[in-house]
């Protein structure tokens, strides 16, 4: 049998033992709780908007009634997620009642994220170790660590899915010139990965650029840019016409796919195929042309809206940040999750410090020999490790890029050692997945006397559904909650409608929201009424960051938490989620 088919053979069956293994630890780890204990805000609120889409909601309808009654709540996110999660749990449906197949689709959809991950990561090692390097990189991903926290069971909402692109279109960028259709799947998947959202905006621009760059320095690589290029532009033209309605498509926004976002990256697309088809004669020309359709792009962009340079909150209420925006963890650097924890940053960093030494010591020992795969491999670790620094939820992203480099560096070790003992190997490579890193730093930060923010038994308490028969229990109105975070919650386990919630598109609701728990009784209570608020809802009252203990104190939730019941309100209900009645008529 010819070697080539024995190292493939031998490939795909560490592929899958690597996927059996994650996912065995994950479904034993966390697809019990999952069906009652949905990780995340965004997961309930993914929850509720696939039973919308599955009750008959049209496709371009992603309105949501029930959060910020009256006028309600347009939601951003993109329906292909959806659409997704609808197909599985139709397949579950074959053969599973209707709560199963919720349950089965909520457990299985992250799982199959995994796939792509995995293969992007196997296919950056192929390609600069050969099928040697793949059989490490697939041990990392098997004990992945802090890098499949975004795919354990209950993980419906985006993140791990761009993950999953964004990795494939990085794979497919370094093996454009071994695999054929590699450079039209990196401008598909890129558009795919800008139709459901912005997260994953810098590696899908890393792609653009090496495609790009290649083909300034080598006219040869032309055939990779016309692909790519091309692929790119058909792809986000139809990516756009799917995500956005027709009465809609002149409408510029700054936190999802529309004309100020989608245009310029077809006029990228399509001029660099053009650019790719000309075959400049210089390198000088190539350049200019390349240039040329970049500076186009982003005047188109700067010109439709030129706001959306500050990003995707860019034209979000001011009022909002400071009481809510601001306090997201997703938007909080790593020095300041660090500042929360010392062995909360050392869990985050652990790991993609190990693969910077290793990059360090990989690209040291190629000196000279440096080539396109491997420079593009280096600079994407890299902007993970810069994602992570400015954003500490990027983390994800240096973990699963940081596998082919690590295990590359060993492949190097070993043979400059000449080690071929296969136990040896594992060992070393077992010592360094992930999982072991980052348990290692915390026992070390935890010894030093660092503390980890995790997620408390108290955040579990109120976001468990049996903690929520008591608020579908009560005639249908509208809740507010103490914290945004539970507002998705309220949707997805009750009937009733809740004021605000963790989106920035309804400041108005956050703002009064925060009135009603967070000002004196007779102003909370004014703002709950001009609200149409019907009941409160206490779970884990804490005050706000930049709250001073003396206005905590006088404030509703403040009194709350101490024990006092302002006369406006009336007890209905005890325990971790608490609840409260507002009283129409003057005490």
């Given at each position: 049998?010819?070697?080539?088919t024995?190292?493939?053979?031998?490939?795909?069956l560490?592929f899958?033992?690597?996927?059996?293994?994650?996912?065995?630890?994950?479904?034993?780890?966390?697809?019990?709780?999952?069906?009652?204990?949905?990780?995340?805000?965004?997961?309930?609120?993914?929850?509720?908007?696939?039973?919308?889409?599955?009750?008959?909601?049209?496709?371009?309808?992603?309105?949501?009634?029930?959060?910020s009654?009256?006028?309600?709540?347009?939601?951003?996110?993109?329906?292909?997620?959806?659409?997704?999660?609808?197909?599985?749990?139709?397949?579950?449906?074959?053969?599973?009642?209707?709560?199963?197949?919720?349950?089965?689709?909520?457990?299985?959809?992250?799982?199959?994220?995994?796939?792509?991950?995995?293969?992007g990561?196997?296919?950056?090692?192929w390609?600069?170790?050969g099928?040697?390097?793949?059989?490490?990189?697939?041990?990392f991903?098997?004990?992945?660590?802090?890098?499949?926290?975004?795919?354990?069971?209950g993980r419906?909402?985006?993140?791990?899915?761009?993950?999953?692109?964004?990795?494939?279109?990085?794979?497919?960028?370094?093996c454009?010139?071994?695999?054929?259709?590699?450079?039209?799947?990196?401008?598909?998947?890129s558009?795919?990965?800008?139709?459901?959202?912005?997260?994953?905006?810098p590696?899908?621009?890393?792609?653009?650029?090496?495609?790009?760059?290649?083909f300034?320095?080598?006219?040869?690589?032309?055939?990779?840019?016309?692909?790519?290029?091309?692929a790119?532009?058909?792809?986000t033209?139809?990516?756009?016409?799917?995500?956005?309605?027709?009465?809609?498509?002149?409408a510029?926004?700054?936190?999802?796919?529309?004309?100020?976002?989608?245009v310029?990256?077809?006029?990228?697309?399509?001029?660099?195929?053009?650019?790719?088809?000309l075959?400049?004669?210089?390198?000088?020309?190539?350049?200019?042309?390349?240039?040329?359709?970049g500076?186009?792009?982003?005047?188109?962009?700067?010109?439709?809206?030129?706001?959306?340079?500050?990003?995707?909150?860019?034209?979000?209420?001011?009022?909002?940040?400071?009481?809510?925006?601001?306090?997201?963890?997703?938007?909080?650097?790593?020095?300041?999750?660090?500042?929360?924890?010392?062995?909360?940053?050392?869990?985050?960093?652990?790991?993609?410090i190990?693969?910077l030494?290793?990059?360090?010591?990989?690209l040291?020992?190629m000196r000279?020999a440096?080539?396109?795969?491997?420079?593009?491999?280096?600079?994407?670790?890299?902007l993970?490790?810069l994602?992570?620094?400015?954003?500490?939820?990027?983390?994800s992203?240096?973990?699963?890029?940081?596998?082919?480099?690590?295990?590359?560096?060993?492949?190097?070790?070993?043979?400059?050692?000449?080690?071929?003992?296969?136990?040896?190997?594992?060992?070393?490579?077992?010592?360094?997945?992930?999982?072991?890193v980052?348990?290692?730093?915390?026992?070390?930060?935890?010894?030093?006397?660092?503390?980890i923010?995790?997620?408390?038994?108290?955040?579990?308490?109120?976001?468990?559904?049996?903690?929520?028969?008591a608020?579908a229990a009560?005639?249908?109105?509208?809740?507010?909650?103490?914290e945004?975070?539970?507002?998705?919650?309220?949707?997805?386990w009750?009937?009733?409608?809740?004021?605000?919630?963790?989106y920035?598109?309804i400041?108005?609701?956050?703002?009064?929201?925060?009135?009603?728990?967070?000002?004196?009784?007779?102003?909370?209570?004014?703002?709950a009424?001009?609200?149409?608020?019907?009941?409160?809802?206490?779970?884990?009252?804490?005050p706000?960051a930049?709250?001073?203990?003396?206005?905590?104190?006088?404030?509703?939730?403040?009194?709350?938490?101490?024990?006092?019941?302002?006369?406006?309100?009336?007890?209905?209900?005890?325990?971790?989620?608490?609840?409260?009645?507002?009283?129409?008529?003057?005490?």
């Amino acid at each position: 049998m010819p070697r080539a088919t024995v190292d493939t053979r031998t490939t795909l069956l560490a592929f899958a033992a690597a996927y059996l293994v994650l996912v065995g630890q994950m479904v034993w780890m966390y697809s019990l709780p999952s069906a009652l204990v949905l990780p995340d805000a965004d997961d309930a609120m993914r929850l509720v908007q696939m039973r919308d889409f599955l009750a008959g909601h049209g496709w371009y309808d992603l309105h949501q009634a029930r959060l910020s009654p009256p006028a309600g709540y347009d939601s951003h996110w993109s329906r292909l997620i959806d659409a997704g999660l609808a197909s599985l749990h139709f397949f579950f449906r074959g053969f599973a009642g209707a709560a199963l197949a919720e349950r089965l689709t909520i457990i299985v959809w992250p799982l199959l994220w995994l796939l792509p991950a995995m293969t992007g990561v196997a296919m950056i090692a192929w390609r600069l170790g050969g099928h040697a390097a793949v059989p490490a990189t697939l041990l990392f991903a098997a004990f992945c660590g802090p890098g499949m926290q975004q795919f354990i069971p209950g993980r419906i909402d985006h993140h791990n899915v761009h993950i999953a692109l964004s990795i494939l279109a990085i794979a497919c960028t370094i093996c454009a010139d071994r695999v054929r259709y590699a450079a039209a799947g990196g401008g598909v998947l890129s558009a795919l990965a800008l139709a459901i959202g912005f997260e994953s905006l810098p590696f899908l621009l890393l792609c653009g650029a090496a495609f790009a760059l290649r083909f300034v320095i080598d006219r040869h690589a032309a055939t990779q840019l016309r692909d790519y290029g091309a692929a790119l532009a058909a792809a986000t033209l139809i990516v756009f016409v799917l995500s956005v309605p027709v009465q809609r498509w002149s409408a510029a926004v700054c936190d999802m796919i529309a004309v100020n976002s989608a245009v310029p990256v077809i006029i990228a697309g399509a001029m660099a195929a053009i650019a790719a088809c000309l075959r400049g004669e210089t390198a000088s020309s190539r350049f200019g042309l390349l240039a040329a359709a970049g500076v186009l792009s982003a005047l188109v962009f700067v010109l439709i809206e030129p706001r959306c340079l500050g990003g995707v909150y860019a034209l979000v209420d001011p009022a909002i940040r400071p009481i809510w925006l601001n306090d997201v963890s997703e938007t909080k650097t790593l020095i300041e999750m660090t500042a929360r924890g010392p062995a909360t940053g050392a869990g985050i960093a652990a790991f993609p410090i190990v693969g910077l030494i290793a990059l360090l010591f990989w690209l040291r020992t190629m000196r000279r020999a440096w080539n396109y795969p491997s420079l593009v491999t280096a600079a994407a670790f890299s902007l993970s490790i810069l994602y992570m620094i400015a954003v500490a939820r990027g983390s994800s992203y240096a973990v699963w890029l940081g596998m082919p480099v690590v295990a590359l560096a060993l492949l190097h070790i070993f043979r400059a050692l000449h080690r071929t003992s296969l136990g040896t190997r594992f060992a070393l490579n077992f010592l360094l997945t992930p999982t072991v890193v980052t348990v290692g730093a915390i026992v070390l930060a935890g010894a030093a006397g660092g503390t980890i923010d995790l997620r408390s038994a108290d955040r579990q308490a109120c976001v468990t559904a049996q903690n929520y028969a008591a608020v579908a229990a009560l005639p249908k109105g509208v809740v507010a909650v103490n914290e945004m975070e539970w507002g998705p919650y309220v949707l997805a386990w009750s009937g009733q409608s809740v004021l605000a919630a963790p989106y920035h598109r309804i400041p108005a609701a956050i703002i009064a929201s925060y009135k009603i728990f967070n000002t004196k009784p007779d102003e909370a209570r004014h703002a709950a009424q001009q609200a149409g608020v019907d009941y409160l809802l206490v779970c884990r009252p804490t005050p706000p960051a930049h709250v001073s203990h003396a206005e905590w104190q006088e404030s509703v939730l403040g009194q709350i938490a101490s024990g006092k019941t302002p006369a406006w309100l009336k007890k209905i209900s005890a325990g971790p989620v608490a609840l409260y009645r507002v009283e129409r008529a003057a005490p």
